[in-house]
Every structure is written in C-alpha cells, then in structure tokens.
C-alpha cells in the first residue's frame, strides 16, 4: 500500500473514533512503529488530524454526525482543570476517616486522590497516574491493582485476576454520560468499570458537564446503577432532569466551594 493509501485509513478510521494509538495502527495497517509515526506526521502537518503522545487524535473529537467524542487521557486531562479539582474537592467531603474506597482511573478521579492522599482510610486504585503521585506524596493505606499496565487509558488491568478488595464507594469518571448511561470509546476501560462496580456498595460519578455533550460508543454502567453525580455548575436543567429522572443523586461542586 502506498504511503497516501495508508494515511487515507488512517483519517478515515478516526471519523467514528476519537483516538488511534501507534501500536494499534502497526497491528491494522502490517507495518513498523517507524512507518506509522512517519504516517502520523504526515497527517498532522496536512491539519487532518492531530499528533498526540502515543498516537494520532481527530482534530476536535467530532465525528461526520457531528456527535462529540471522547478525548484520551493526555489531552482530556488538560481541559476544564478548575472545574474538576472543585468536583474532586466536593467528593473528598463524602469519604469519611476508615473508609476503603475505590478510585478510578481518569484526570477528575486523580485530583481525587490527591485530595484523599493523606487520609486515615484504605485507597484502591488501577490508575498509573494517581499510583505514582500517591507513592510520593501519600500516607493512606495503598492497594494497587494487579496486572499489565495499559499506557493508554494509563491504567492497569488483569484479564484474570479477581479485585482483592471491597469499598464503600466507587469513585470513576465518564468519557461520555447520556440517556443510555456512563459512555467509553475504550473497551478496555468498559471491562474494568464493570468489574469494579460489582465491589462497591455506591457508585458516585465524578464528571463536569461537558461530558453530558459527549458520545462514547460503550455503555459502561447504565445510570440505574450509578448513586451520585458530581458536576460543576454549567449542568443544564435539561441534563439535570435527565439524571433525576434517572434517579441520579446530582450534586453541584461550584467555585465558591459551597455544597449544594
């Protein structure tokens, strides 16, 4: 195949997908590391998509339908930053000394747990991230999740080994959130959702309100099994009904730090 033929592909596999890594396209495309990168470059100096670490990006996370997608870690990690570290402050107040909790991978639920990193309770946790800030700078008890470390979506996950622990709460984040439920792009972020929230008595969700207008194609948990939303201040009455009548608790971190 020829060089146009394979960045043809390539731009074409990201309009119904928001992210394609490296090794994915080595796998899809027959060729070296090397060629892809070379391929990415291309594409991204052409402005059809977007150079990103360990892979390619479409250039503003829409798709033909115009429905908005969901970003990876390294890009969404960087967005409504004041927003989530008042979502992750609001859900440090819901976890009390001598809980076990369970934190999920993703950039709201690492502020979480760098809120929660000198407290007396039982932390367990599948995301890289959050595993090496906690190493550092963190006193509460420490439990990692075993397996292979998956560098995108930055978490590690076993295919067999069962979850050695049992909490209170499960604190997770959402690439996407509609009618259906918690959306991911990512399947293997769908699996490991699904295997944790069968360890947690509640599930509270940590998400500002963009997400409400972002289309993942995965439904992770539907919103009948989710306890609480934790949100920011721009979620519309629209989406709030929505919750609600899901029988969402919503809860609103706004900046003045009041609870609502």
Known sequence: M??????????ELLRDR?????????????????????????????GEARKVYGGISALDGASQAGVAYARPYDENRDLAVEAKRQIAALAA????????????????????GAKLADRNIRLYTNSMPLIAYLSDHGHCSLTIAGGELHREPGIIHSLTQAVPFYASKFFLGAQGIGQEGL????????????????????????????KLS????NVALPLSRIGTLVTDEDLSDADARMLEDAGVMVRIASASGAIQ
């Open 93 to 112: 107040t819901m976890v009390r000394d001598g809980d076990a909790v369970i934190v999920h991978g993703g950039s709201t639920c690492f502020h979480l």
């Open 214 to 217: 972002i289309h993942a194609r």
């Open 18 to 46: 928001p992210f394609a890594s490296v090794r994915e396209l080595q796998e899809r495309l027959g060729v070296s590391a090397a060629t892809v990168r070379r391929d990415i470059d291309k594409i991204d100096e052409a």
């Open 183 to 210: 959306l991911e792009s990512h399947p293997l972020l769908v699996r490991s959702i699904v295997e944790l929230s069968l360890c947690a008595d509640q599930i509270v969700v940590l998400a500002d309100s963009r």
């Open 2 to 11: 020829s060089d146009s033929g394979r960045q043809r592909q390539i731009v």
